[in-house]
């Protein structure tokens, strides 16, 4: 399978500004950019950056758009793998296609993207089938994270850390965890969503509990009604 496809061809830029995060998680990733800002400077002291990152938690609470956000800080470009294409029912083939992949990514130094990383980071023994290819597949993740290039950057995420393989995650400088929002932190959301739409659209019903990528959903779904509404109103009118 080519190497190209085999990654998500994703070209939205995010700024780190404008991603909702806690304060402690805005200051890792903080430091996490400035360190690779100054990374031949922090080598001569022989300080190695973190560049093995672990996005842990609920889904649609910014992991991917933090990875983005990163990228462009740093000018990088980023590789999403599409795990979709990437794992086979032949387990050979899926460690080869990581390995692509991996070899892409360090040869560009760019930052490389895995999400779901539990579907290809199963501890090993947890798959009643083929557990001696699942125990490959992992050994070879392994070998391909200890010899990543310090100048490239891996960022994974997983909503199910706990299923991952010990050794996998011991590979990692930073393990970040991503919250469901607050209510307060949501109501901020609403209204940066909002914003941009005329007052008559922005009285809509607020769900909370919820990530932010549902919030967003549930947003712009009202949004539409609302204004489909309005434009059918006129063309009444117009029509009349």
Do not use: W
């Not at 990514?105 to 501890?123: S, Y």
């Not at 909002?194 to 949004?223: G, M, N, W």
């Amino acid at each position: 399978m080519n190497v190209f496809d085999l990654i998500i061809n994703d070209k939205e830029q995010v700024a780190l500004n404008d991603i909702f995060l806690d304060e402690a998680n805005r200051q890792q990733f903080e430091q996490l950019i400035k360190e690779h800002k100054y990374i031949e400077e922090l080598s001569q002291y022989g300080l190695p950056v973190n560049n093995k990152i672990l996005l842990q938690g609920s889904s649609g609470c910014g992991k991917t758009m933090t990875a983005k956000a990163i990228a462009k800080a740093l000018s990088k470009s980023i590789l999403i793998l599409n795990l979709s294409n990437v794992v086979c029912s032949r387990i050979g083939e899926t460690s080869q296609n990581i390995k692509q992949v991996f070899d892409k990514a360090g040869r560009e130094k760019a930052v490389l993207f895995l999400d779901e990383f539990d579907q290809i980071g199963k501890a090993r023994g947890n798959d009643d089938k083929d557990v001696g290819e699942m125990r490959r597949l992992v050994n070879t993740l392994i070998q391909l994270i200890d010899y990543y290039p310090e100048k490239a950057l891996l960022l994974c995420a997983t909503n199910h850390p706990e299923i991952i393989d010990t050794a996998l995650l011991r590979r990692f400088q930073l393990r970040i965890n991503f919250e469901m929002p607050t209510q307060q932190v949501l109501d901020e959301y609403y209204h940066k969503l909002l914003s941009r739409f005329p007052t008559e659209l922005q009285s809509i019903e607020r769900k909370y509990s919820i990530s932010f990528a549902e919030a967003k959903d549930h947003t712009f779904t009202l949004v539409k009604s609302l204004l489909i509404k309005e434009l059918e109103e006129k063309q009444k009118i117009v029509e009349e």
